[in-house]
């Protein structure tokens, strides 16, 4: 079993909300616990002046991002938004401080959007990341060779770890003590902070999945019409026929225009309606099949664990809003 040393590197502007994450996780102490546990350093670019938070809070510390290369671990919590949604570079400051820790051996870990930075000091090259499921698409293109997956809570790649969006990076940093520490030790940790140990599933069931838009006239109405009829055993002929089209230049125009097959974008809809359906009412697993056109509940089972990364009973567990019919 093994602590060490926790380096959270600080920039300005950075988001509070995962901060506080590490910092709960990492920063009291819990000797009776584990002895000893983890020493916590948070560090930024202006040693002794701190950083600001994108609440204008200060956060203070006697320790710069030079402290990185000496830590066990490096954690990178979110960083500020302008990074990520308008591209503006990571400060320079902090990418060669990542590149140094790296090669000084320290376990490398991103939370949320974190994995920008890890990204750009070439620390994701030719390995599978995650970050929040929004910043997915921004992450694989500004970083072609790194694997990015949005549809998982966090990757464990040994030395590098990187966890999806918010809450994702409690999943991560309880992960982190796990594999140091014991089941045992993260079990009490998460039964303090009154949050499960281990969450099923991945973000994809997170994801808000939509009805693609298109100004395609002969498409557009088409898709509303699917989705109006999903419990119906339909066939790219019969979009096609709708659409007025051949069966082939259907689905290449489909292709075109929505950037996926009709069978799957069917089948993505009904995943999408049976999550719904587990969500407000009070269907049995039998009948969501039914109604969302899965079909069986085997069927519907093993779709909706391969879209969502989750049961259709667990995630009925944690997302219920209420019943009906």
């Known amino acids: 079993m093994t602590t060490g040393s926790v380096a959270v590197a600080l920039i300005d502007g950075m988001p509070l909300y995962e901060l506080g994450i590490v910092c709960e996780v990492f920063g009291p102490s819990r000797t009776d616990l584990a002895d000893p546990w983890y020493e916590l350093r948070l560090c930024a670019d202006r040693a002794g002046d701190g950083a600001r938070s994108e609440f204008g809070f200060t956060i203070g510390t006697r320790h710069g991002l030079d402290e990185l290369v000496r830590a066990d671990t490096v954690i990178v919590p979110a ?136 100004d395609d006239a002969g498409l557009g109405p088409v898709l509303h019409w699917a989705t109006t009829h999903l419990d119906r055993p339909l066939t790219v002929a019969d979009l096609a026929r709708r659409a007025r089209m051949s069966p082939r230049t259907f689905a290449r125009r489909f292709l075109a225009t929505t950037g996926t097959t009709p069978l799957r974008w069917l089948l993505g809809q009904r995943v999408s309606h049976a999550r719904h359906l587990l969500e407000s009412t009070d269907l ?15 069927n519907l089972r093993r779709h909706f664990a391969a879209q969502v990364g989750a049961t259709p009973t667990e995630y009925r567990r944690a997302f219920r809003t209420g019943s009906g019919a």
């Open 79 to 214: 960083l500020p938004y302008v990074h990520v949604e308008t591209e503006q570079p990571v400060p320079q400051a902090l990418v060669e401080a990542l590149v140094e820790a790296g090669r000084a051996g320290a376990r490398m870990v991103s939370l949320c959007s974190g994995a920008f930075a890890l990204a750009a000091a070439g620390l994701l090259d030719g390995r599978r990341a995650a970050t929040h499921w929004m910043y997915a698409d921004a992450l694989a293109r500004r970083h072609p060779r790194v694997r990015v997956d949005a549809s998982v809570l966090y990757v464990d790649e040994g030395t590098v770890l990187t966890s999806a969006g918010r809450s994702a990076a409690l999943d991560l940093c309880l992960h982190l003590v796990r594999g140091d520490l014991g089941a045992d030790v993260a079990n009490q940790v998460a039964r303090r902070m009154v949050i499960p140990s281990h969450r099923p599933g991945g973000q994809a069931q997170f994801v808000d999945l939509a009805v693609p838009r298109t």
């Open 284 to 298: 049995t697993i039998d009948q969501v099949g039914v109604r969302s056109g899965l079909g069986s509940a085997a």
